[in-house]
């Protein structure tokens, strides 16, 4: 799993915008930037959609005082998915990405076998990203959602 002062691992991930779809390479998407990066085990399911994605909506300009030029959702869903969700949450301040193969989680060392849910997704996670690295890590221990929260991650900026 990576860890605290590791780089991100490369990558790509997918959005979906007005233009058409994007595919963000991951080390250009993070560069001298200051990022927090959450995942989700998947988008419109109960905890991501009730809680989690609207702390990030809710408290958008409270973390972009902080000094965050990007605050971004992951999860192991399609792009066109991703949009949809951000779209029914008013998510307009977030950048709703895709990892549709898993192949980012996997590299994160993040990912989890849902097996009949929805197969390989995402752990719940909340980081702050600087410049590619990574500077806190909140990982949820299963069945959690504590220490990846929007709060959580306000406070430790």
């Known amino acids: 799993m990576i860890q605290q002062g590791q780089a991100l691992p490369a990558g790509t991930l997918s959005e979906l915008t007005p233009d ?14 200051k990022v927090v990066l959450f995942a989700v085990p998947g988008a419109f399911t109960p905890t991501c959609s009730e809680s989690h994605l609207p702390g990030f909506v809710i408290f958008a300009d409270q973390l972009k005082a902080k ?10 869903n399609d792009a066109f998915v991703m949009k949809a969700w951000g779209a029914a949450q008013n998510a307009s301040e977030l950048t709703m990405l895709a990892d549709g193969d898993a ?55």
């Not at 058409?20 to 560069?31: I, P, Q, R, W």
């Not at 390989?120 to 990203?129: K, L």
């Open 67 to 76: 000094g965050v030029d990007l605050i971004a959702c992951v999860s192991v």
């Open 20 to 33: 058409g779809m994007l595919n963000h390479d991951v080390s250009e998407l993070f560069a001298d930037k």
């Open 103 to 157: 192949s980012f989680t996997k590299a994160l060392g993040l990912d989890m076998d849902t097996a009949g849910f929805g197969g390989v997704r995402s752990q719940r996670y909340a980081m702050i990203v600087d410049n590619g690295v990574v500077t806190t890590l909140n990982v949820e221990a299963p069945k959690s959602f504590e220490v990846s929260t929007a709060e959580a991650i306000l406070a430790a900026l």
